[in-house]
């Protein structure tokens, strides 16, 4: 369940006392505690901050979060926060952010308007730390009136070390067959039902095919995403990108999209697809995954993570999944590893309701350094892990944790204060030459299950990424991603409507019979055009080429 993060933050301990150095009124330190709110429209599950990860920031900074569980989504949350005048001293709006800068309820970081009338320029002022971590990308933040709002979230240098792709088989699967060379869709499909036909059951239960999770926002990630990776598009939200011409088209108006639902129609009718499917919530679906007996699915990685933990620790680990690059047909290239560079776009902001807008700056300009980025990626020193040789490693009894608790992260506090809070990212190392994460490829490998170190020799491989196109072989799209865009509110609200009937009209034809999915799709594809996504497409692109005059990729004569 989606929660509000409301935080009471305490002072950060950006210099000590010594040689007679006193705390300034407007220092962050231990010795000059501060509370401040925080809404997050993105944190799971969680509703108190003394995990000890958490604990150990509030012993170096003094800061303390409390959780309060949301109201609602964020499309709903924030024209609430609007419409009562309240806000929250630090605010995390996800896509919502432009309406809170419409709203005039926003600090702009780079010209806070002080108490005494100054215009303050808080990131030339207090932010080293800031500038350190977004370097040249710190133009990424600008919103489209120039001024900056946000700490940006998502990593700024990323190195893509981990994949799930967007289809996922049993490593059981591929053994049985003898490891088949699986790259489209009907290779993926053959090899379910060739295993399903020898092995109808497991564990005296029926054998699932493919079963996917849509309830909520899941369907952007379990049905929405797979159809354009199918033909080769990589993730920009619930938009096609024209690699040329930088033009935006709502993905469903374009015709190869229809690949992959004309696909899951044949899984549906051949009752390889889970017929639940579009009614079960995630906890049923990962219930399925535990069990051992679903063959395929569509998740990304992160949403994996926690069932094949569980599957592990029963000693089910040829019920793991494999990551292959799975395409409609050969033409195609699983877009899994782009390069997208860095987008800015949301991030964590600071309200002008703020009583202490310095320190709140302060603040989040400690999460952006190094210190910051260590503690919370591995967690602490001694405990989840040691230093040898001058580079952090993970005992063999915490490695044994991370790979079979799925509450590792929330009980250790390793990894959980991440997002959405300013990343330096998996392409970072710190003054040492060490890592920033602990996602390097060394540790990557070291930590794989038996059962992918097999898989993967039986493909010639080493990582489950080298199976894929590689970076340099795939367009770098320089708009970044759009769904880190702040669209504006009337795309949003036209966007939202086209979804909800999208998503309806999907299953409808994916469930139909096989000789109507044309005639459905088409009719959903006039539906859409009715709504006036074809002008929303039309404004998009006006603003992918306004962000790329912004960040210097064209001019404004292009």
């Given amino acids: 369940m989606k929660t509000f993060l409301s935080a009471a933050l305490c002072a950060l301990p950006l210099f000590f006392i010594s040689c007679g150095k006193q705390v300034q009124e407007n220092e962050l330190s231990e010795f000059n505690p501060v509370t401040f709110t925080f809404y997050s429209a993105d944190m799971d599950g969680y509703t108190l901050f003394n995990d000890p990860v958490a604990k150990e920031i509030t012993r170096k900074t003094g800061v303390t979060l409390e959780l309060v ?38 600090v702009a970081l780079d010209d806070w308007i002080s108490p005494t009338g100054e215009h303050v320029n808080l990131i030339e002022k207090y932010g080293y730390n800031m500038k350190a971590m977004y370097g040249d990308q710190l133009v990424h933040l600008r919103h489209s009136d120039g001024h900056i709002y946000t700490f940006g979230t998502y990593e700024v240098k990323k190195a893509v070390t981990e994949t799930a792709g967007i289809l996922q088989i049993q490593h059981a699967v591929l053994k049985e067959l003898g490891y088949p060379r699986l790259t489209t869709l009907d290779d993926f499909e053959a090899a379910l039902k060739a295993y399903i036909k020898k092995h109808p059951t497991f564990n005296d239960m029926p054998t699932i095919g493919f079963s996917i999770v849509t309830d909520d926002w899941h369907w952007y990630v379990g049905l929405s995403n797979p ?38 129609n ?27 007996r679903v063959l ?23 019920r793991t999944y494999a990551y292959l690059p ?67 490693t993970i005992p063999p009894e915490e490695q044994e944790k991370i790979d079979t608790d799925p509450q590792y992260q929330k009980n250790t506090g390793v990894g959980q204060w991440v997002y959405p809070f300013p990343e330096r990212g998996s392409g970072a190392v710190d003054k040492n030459g060490d890592w920033i994460t602990r996602n390097s490829r060394e540790r990557i490998v070291e930590n794989y299950l038996p059962v992918e170190r097999e898989t993967l020799s039986a493909y010639g491989a080493t990582m489950w990424t080298d199976l894929f196109p590689q970076p340099d072989e795939l367009p770098k799209p320089e708009h970044g991603q759009i769904w880190q865009y702040n669209l504006p509110a009337d795309v949003n609200i036209l966007v939202s409507a086209a979804d909800e009937y999208t998503y309806k009209s ?8 096989e000789e109507d999915f044309d005639s459905s799709w ?13 002008q929303a497409g039309e404004e998009v692109s006006a603003l992918i080429k306004e962000k790329l005059i912004l960040w210097g990729r064209i001019s404004p004569n292009e």
């Fill in 326 to 392: 799975i395409v409609a047909s050969p033409e195609y290239k699983d877009p899994s590893l782009t390069d997208y560079g860095y987008s800015g776009g949301w991030g964590i902001s600071i309200s002008k309701q703020c009583k202490n807008v310095e320190l709140a700056f302060q603040f989040m300009n400690w999460m952006c350094s190094e210190e910051a980025q260590i503690l919370t990626n591995w967690g602490i020193e001694g405990v989840n892990y040691v230093v040898k040789n001058g580079k952090r």
């Fill in 266 to 292: 044949r899984l549906y009718n051949e009752g390889l697809l889970d017929p639940e499917s579009f009614t079960q919530d995630e906890a049923v679906w990962t219930s399925k995954l535990i069990s051992g």
């Fill in 69 to 106: 569980p949301p109201k609602a989504s964020n499309m709903q949350d924030i024209p609430t926060m609007i419409d009562s005048g309240k806000y929250c001293d630090l605010i995390y709006a996800k896509s919502e952010i432009s309406k809170l800068i419409d709203a005039d309820a926003l």
């Fill in 522 to 534: 088409e009719k959903m594809v006039e539906k859409l055009k009715d709504m006036g996504m074809e």
């Fill in 227 to 264: 159809g354009n990776y199918v033909i080769g598009y990589p993730d920009d939200g619930q938009w096609i990108v024209d690699r040329k011409t930088h033009k935006a088209v709502y993905k469903f108006l374009v015709p190869e999209m229809k690949l992959f639902y004309k696909w899951l």
């Fill in 296 to 318: 395929g699915t569509a998740s990304p990685d992160w949403q994996l993570k926690d069932p094949q933990k569980v599957l592990a620790a029963e000693s089910l680990d040829d």
């Fill in 506 to 513: 999907l299953v409808e034809c994916i469930i139909g019979k």
